[in-house]
Structure formats: C-alpha cells, structure tokens
C-alpha cells in the first residue's frame, strides 16, 4: 500500500529554516499533484505548497511564497519542502500529501503522511 513519510521538523528560532522530507512508498505511479499542508491547534489545515510531477508546476500559498521551495528527486521518490525565514506563526504539523486534486486550502488528496513538527520561537 501506498505510504508517505515525513521527516526533518524540529525547533528553529525564527528566521531560521529546514528542510522537510517526503519519502513515498508504493506509490510509483503519480497521480495529479503532491502537496505538503500544515495545522496548528485551533487552526484548520491549510495547503502550503504543491507539485505536479509531469512537469514541475508548482503552486504556493500565499503566507509562504518567497519563503518555502518545493521540490522532487524521483530517483529517490522523495518530495522536499525547504523552508526558509520561518516565523513563529509557521509553528503546526506539516503533512505530505499525494494524488491530490485540490492542494489549497483544506486539500483533496488520496494519500497522507503522519506529519513532522514545526516549532518556530521567537
């Protein structure tokens, strides 16, 4: 079965960065897009940024754009988030997502990871 699995949270002061990880499994045929969302406490979830695979189209939110970079390596069927000049209100769960139809918002996706923490101080 198809599984998504997430790495490379932590705790940043803010302005730092990461780079998150989305290493799939038994999923080699790539449907639509893959997509990474995030949630706080209290929040609903909310889709970040997102990749269509055929042709490296993306597509980000815009609380991120200019700060985050989504980018594949298919050799190793791995989807990355890197995120830079973090803000404390970037603090949530961030979540890959694939085989999505719809990346804003709360998303549409056939697939998920169980998350890697985000924790930004100030």
């Known amino acids: 079965q198809v599984q998504l699995a997430e790495s490379g949270g932590g705790s940043v002061q803010a302005g730092g960065s990461l780079r998150l990880s989305c290493a799939a499994s038994?999923?080699?045929?790539?449907?639509?897009?893959t997509g990474w969302f995030r949630q706080a406490p209290g929040k609903e979830r909310e889709g970040v940024a997102a990749i269509y695979h055929s042709d490296l189209s993306t597509y980000y939110a815009d609380s991120v754009e200019g700060r985050f970079t989504i980018s594949q390596d298919n050799a190793k069927n791995t989807v990355y988030l890197q995120v830079n000049s973090l803000k404390p209100e970037d603090t949530a769960m961030y979540y890959c997502?694939?085989?999505?139809?719809?990346?804003?918002?709360?998303?549409?996706?056939?697939?998920w990871g169980q998350g890697t923490q985000v924790t930004v101080s100030s």
């Open positions: 038994g999923y080699t045929h790539r449907r639509y897009w």
């Open positions: 997502a694939a085989g999505c139809t719809v990346v804003s918002g709360t998303g549409i996706c056939d697939y």
